[in-house]
């Protein structure tokens, strides 16, 4: 079994474990109603079998279902209890009925419950949806009452929509879950120091933008030497620069044996130095790379 370094959540005590699987964009179909990605269901099986133990879904991506099907299957076949997971999954589409939302996501998940429920974005919510932020929250805090939700949280909430939140909220959200590599770094400062002040932990989507995204940027030589110095992927110096910062990572692969090798980089013997972080933070203030939510995709979140 693995050994994935487990974070503390603010509302509850409880754990979350600092890598999560992914199941959105590489995997996102969109579409709720079509059958099962067994392509899908198997990478989630291997995740969960070589020691994944943080699934990462969204009502958007269409693969509830898949996530479902691999969770039961996992479940059937390891004798394990659903406690040793924490599933993750976002509201946004119907963020006009939040509880109904919330019952159609557990039923695709077939789940009594999902250990993180977030709002998947604070953009438009008037416009788009005919609700204001404080009436999705209000909803969120009755589902975290009712028990179908563990933990409450937001996700791509700037500091404006995270001050705006606390100033009426009665529970605070626990997780944001934004972009966060370190071509946006410089960029989020204030971000995450609101964000620790409140006790809101940062969860990062997109940790391998610059190799993924935005391939020959400013970071690339100081990761790239960092790999030699420390004998690791490229991969593994990114992930750990995140993690050094206290995040949760999410990231995803059909790879089976890239997977596996992701899930050590919370191992101990491995640390990045302050030196070393610093380093990685002055290269990846040259650029300014943003993938997700941005003004063309009806985002907002461009500085
Ligand atoms: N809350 C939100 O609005 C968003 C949440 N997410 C969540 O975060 C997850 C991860 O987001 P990504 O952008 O996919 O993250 P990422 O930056 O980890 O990129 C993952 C991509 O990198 C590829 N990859 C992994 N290892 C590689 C390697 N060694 N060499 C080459 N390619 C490699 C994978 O095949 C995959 O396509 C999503 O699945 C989703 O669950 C993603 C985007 C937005
Ligand atoms: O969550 C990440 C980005 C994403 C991919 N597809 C959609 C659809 C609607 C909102 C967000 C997203």
Redesign the pocket.
Known sequence: MSNVPLLTLSTNNASIPQIAF??????YRGNNESDINQTLVDSIKAALQMGYRHL???EV?GTEKDVGEAIKQYLTESKEQRSSLFVTT?VFVGLGNVQKAADDSLKRLQLDYVDLY?V??PFSLKEKFGVTLKEVWQHMEQLLQSGKVKNIGV??FRLQDVEELLSFAKVKPCVN?I?F?PYVNAQSKELLEYCKKNKILIAS?????S???HKDGPVDPIIEELAKKYGK???HILLKWNMSKGNVV??????PD?LKSYLTVGDEDFKLTDDDIRKIDEAGAKLYFR???TEEMGGKTSH
């Open positions: 992914g199941t959105g964009t590489a995997w990462d879904a969204a991506y976002k977030l998947h974005a996700s791509n879950q972009e590599h989507y997109a940790p391998l933008a190799i993924i995204y992927s490229h991969v999410i990231t995803t692969s059909s790879k890239r993938k997700y939510w």
